[in-house]
């Protein structure tokens, strides 16, 4: 496996160049969040530069390589929570660090703000990843599946 250069960029008014490739890649799969993205986006959702919602993009060899938001938790209103959504990785990028960089990108962010961050994994490689990432399954029956406590 060789070295990639990984490049992490907050995404702020615009979607970046490749995202309509990204999502069409993320749709062959069966996921729908990025549409979710694209609407939250054109609503203007992330064009400020306060320190929530953010959404950071992942770049290699100068191309679009995944995406990764994070947001206020919309099902838990805890002051103390914040939420990691919509990531996703090209299939041709995964394991090569890029949801690494995004995940440690949206961590740090995250614990900027809050002392617990959330997720909902989508399926097995997505659980399998978040806790190799070092999040706890949550069983709470909550619109969560994973927790991170600083």
């Known amino acids: 496996m060789t070295s990639t250069t990984i490049q992490i ?4 008014a615009a979607l970046p160049d490749g995202f309509e490739a990204l999502r069409q890649e993320a749709a062959g799969e069966d996921y729908a969040f990025l ?17 929530l919602p953010v959404l950071f993009a992942a770049f290699a060899e ?19 929570l914040a939420r990691l959504r919509h990531l996703y990785v090209r299939p041709a990028r995964r394991r090569h660090g890029v949801g ?40 709470s029956g909550a619109t969560r599946t994973h927790l991170l406590e600083r």
């Open 9 to 12: 960029v907050r995404v702020s």
């Open 100 to 139: 690494r960089a995004i995940a440690a990108a949206l961590i740090q962010q995250g614990f900027a703000v809050a002392a617990r961050l959330s997720l909902r994994a989508a399926d097995d490689r997505a659980t399998a990843f978040w806790d190799a990432e070092g999040f706890r399954r949550d069983p």
């Open 35 to 51: 549409d979710r993205l694209a609407e939250e986006v054109a609503r203007g959702d992330y064009a400020s530069d306060a320190d």
């Open 62 to 80: 100068g191309e679009l390589a995944g995406l990764g938001a994070l947001t206020p938790d919309p099902y838990d209103p805890e002051p103390d």
